[in-house]
Nanobody, 124 residues
Framework: QVQLVESGGGLVQAGGSLRLSCAAS????????MGWFRQAPGKERDIVAA????????YYAESVKGRFTISRDNAKNTVYLQMNSLEPEDTAVYYC?????????????????WGQGTQVTVSS
């Protein structure tokens, strides 16, 4: 069993940066692929970025490529999402998610562990 707790959300002006953290408990974190999803009001939850157990294989949604970076520190049981050049369209609740397997996937149903979410608001 893995429990996930996100932190680092907040209010930022367009063009600014935020770094989200997701602290995981449980022995299986280092062998689990992880992902970040987001859900804006009235919209579906979509994947933002994902990485495999080692951190070497990553995926980014087109809308965030070149602006966001996902990374992990297995020694600290933590996954990060560095968000730069933020836009008002990035406003959403951001969720950390974990799989039981090592390779990343893009679908919500592929992730079994979820955090409670952290709000990111980007003002114009």
């Amino acid at each position: 069993q893995v429990q996930l707790v996100e932190s680092g959300g907040g209010l930022v002006q367009a063009g600014g940066s935020l770094r989200l953290s997701c602290a995981a408990s449980g022995r299986t974190f280092s062998s689990s692929a992880m992902g970040w999803f987001r859900q804006a009001p009235g919209k579906e939850r979509d994947i933002v970025a994902a990485l495999d157990w080692s951190g070497y294989s990553t995926y980014y949604a087109e809308s965030v490529k070149g602006r966001f970076t996902i990374s992990r520190d297995n020694a600290k049981n933590t996954v990060y999402l560095q968000m730069n050049s933020l836009e008002p369209e990035d406003t959403a609740v951001y969720y950390c998610a974990g799989r039981r397997w090592r390779d990343w996937r893009r679908g919500q149903s592929d992730y079994v562990y979820w955090g409670q979410g952290t709000q990111v608001t980007v003002s114009s």
